[in-house]
C-alpha cells in the first residue's frame, strides 16, 4: 500500500460524489481553453488581415463613417486631390506610400461596376523631385509589407494588391479586379468601354476577397475628366510606419488636414478587434468563474468528505497517523482532481477550438499546447487551494471524538 | 509499563463541562490483561483514548514507560503510537474501501513499511486469523465476525506491546465473541499488555485484573 493506493481506492469508490466538482473543473477548463484558443487565432487573423490590407491609415472627408475599409472610398463625398501634395511636401515622418482614389459608378457592357481612378507613383516622384523635398526624399519601406520594394518594383498586380500603390499607368490604361474580369470576360490587352473612353487593360488582378475584386481601376486624372468632378479624390490611403503611427502620426496628419478624417486601419477593423477583445474578457471572466464555481464546488465536496470520513480519519490517527498524512490524504486527492479535470478539459477545449473555431470565427485554429500546459496548471491550483482548508480541517479532527461509538 | 497519574478529563459540554474521568490513577504492569468494567457512560472509552495517547486529560499524567507521553507534540506522539499500540474498537473501524490485506497494511504504511514486507505480512496475518482465503475481500463482504478478525490482524501487523480493545465484542455473538477473547488471551500470553474495556462479565472474568469504572472514578 502506497498514499496513491489509499487515495485512488477511495476516490473511485467514492467517484459518484465528486462527479459535480469534477465537472465543474472539467467544463470550466473546457470553456477557457476554447475561448482562448479561438481568440488567439482570431487576434492572428486581424494581425493578418492588417499586413494584407497594406495601407493602414485613410484619410477621407469629415462626414465619411466607416464601415468597411474597402468601402470607405464608396460614398460620394470628396476631399481636394490637393491634399495629396500637401502631405508629399510635409516634412511629416513615417509616410510611406500614398494612394488617393475617386471611385464612381460606371456601366460596362450593361454591368453596374465601380471605376476606381488612381494615381501612379511616378507622378508623386515627379512632384517630389520637382520641389526637392517630401516623403520620397526620405529613406523609405518602414510601412512595406513583404514583397516589393522601390528598387525591384513587384509585378504590377502584387503592388496594388498589397501596397495599395502602382508604380506606373497611363491614361487610358486600366486594371481589371479578379471577379470582375471573369464577369466581362476580359483579359490583358482587350480594350473596355467606359464613360464613353476606351480603356486598355494592361493587367488583372489577382483575387483579394474584397471588393476591389469587382472593380476597374484607372489613372485618377482620367476619371476626374471623364466624370467632370475637379481636382478632387474620395479617399487617400496612406501607408504609414507602425512605430511612426503609435507616435501619433495620425495626430499630426490631422493638424495638417484639418478638415479631413483621418482613421487608422486598427479603427477599421475595430469590429473584429472589439470581438477580440470581448473574447479575452470573456475568457477571463470565465477564468474568475470558474475560479469561484470550482473552487467552492471542490471545497464544498471536500468538506464533506472530510466529514463523511472522520471516523477513517480517526482510525487512521489512532494507527499512528500524522497530521502531515492526513493532510497529503486529501491534497493528494485534490491533485488528482485537478489534473483529471485540467487534461480532460484542455483536451476538449482544444478539440472544440479546433472543430468549431473555423465554423464561429472564420480563423483556422491549431492546438496551443502552452494554453493547454497552463489550463492544467490552473485547474490543480485551484483544486489544491480549494481543498487546502478542508485538509487542515481533517488533520485537526479530535480523535477521541471521530472515534466515539455511537 | 502504563501509568495514569490523577487523569481528570472534561468535556466541555454546551456551557459547562462533563467530566468523564476524576482523578484516575492506575498503573498496567507489562504483560498484563487488564479488563476496564463499568456501566455505560462511566469514562472506559475516555480512559482507554487516554492511556493510548489519542486524548490529553485536562489534567494529570499518562507514562508509557516512564515518559510523559502528552509532553510530546501530537505528530510525535502519534509515531510513537504507531509503534507501541495498537487499537481495536467495538464497530472495527475498517477502512471501507480498502480490502482486507490493504486494511492490515495500513499501520505498515504509516510506519514506512516497503511494500513487498506489508504484502507478505499482510498476508501471513490474515492466515493466522483464519482469513487466508478472504484476502481480496472488502469490509461490506465480510461477515462481522470475519470483520473484527482483521482488525485484530491490523492490530499485530506493527507488532505492538500493547493492545487497547474498546468493547471488542460489543457487536459480536457470544461464539465470536469467546474466539475473540480467546485471541487476545493468546497474544497475552506472548507477551503483550491488553487493556480492554468491556461491560460483558464473561469476557472481564477472563482477564486477569479488573478496573471498575463508576462516573469517571476508580472502585476498588
Ligand atoms: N465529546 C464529548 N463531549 C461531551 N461529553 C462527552 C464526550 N465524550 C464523552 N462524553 C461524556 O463523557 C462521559 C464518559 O464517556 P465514555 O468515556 O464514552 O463512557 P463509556 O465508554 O464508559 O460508555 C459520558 O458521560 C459522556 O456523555
Ligand atoms: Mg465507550
Redesign the interface.
Known sequence: MRLTTLVSRELFERRRQLLTSFLAVFLGITAIVAIRNVTFFSEKAVARELDALGANVLILPKSVTVQDYFQADLHGAQIPEEYVTRLVLSDLQGLDNLSPKLSVPVEIQGHEVVLTGILPKAEFQAKAMWKGAGIFARPSGCGDVEGGGWLAPAPIQETLVRRRVVEDLAADEALVGADLAGLLGVVEGDTLQALGRGFRVIATLPETGTVDDARVFAHLHTVQELTASGSVVNAIEVVGCCSQISQGLVARINSLLPDAKVVTITQVVETQIRTNEMMARLSLIFLVIIVLVAGASIANYMYGNVDERRREIGTLMALGADSFLVVRVFLLKALVMGLAGGIGGALLGTALAVVLGPRLARVPVLPMPGLMLSAIGIAVVIALVASSLPARRAAGLDPHQTLQEI | MLRMESVTHQFPHRRSTVRALDNVSAEIPPGDFTAVVGPSGSGK??LL?SL?G??RPTSGAVYWNGDRVYDLA??AR??L???TV??L???F?L????TAE?NV???????GAA?SL?RSRARELLSRVGLGDRIDHKPSELSIGQQQRVALA?VLS?DPQVILA??PTGNLDPKTGGEVISFLEELNREGRTIVMVTHDPRAAERATRRLVLEEGRIRE
Open positions: 472509552s475516555t483514548l493510548g489519542m486524548l501530537p505528530n502519534a509515531r503510537r504507531r509503534k495498537g487499537f474498537f467495538q464497530t473501524n477502512v471501507p474501501y480498502l490493504e497494511q495500513v499501520p505498515l504504511f504509516l510506519a511494500v506489508q491490523r506493527n474498546d468493547e
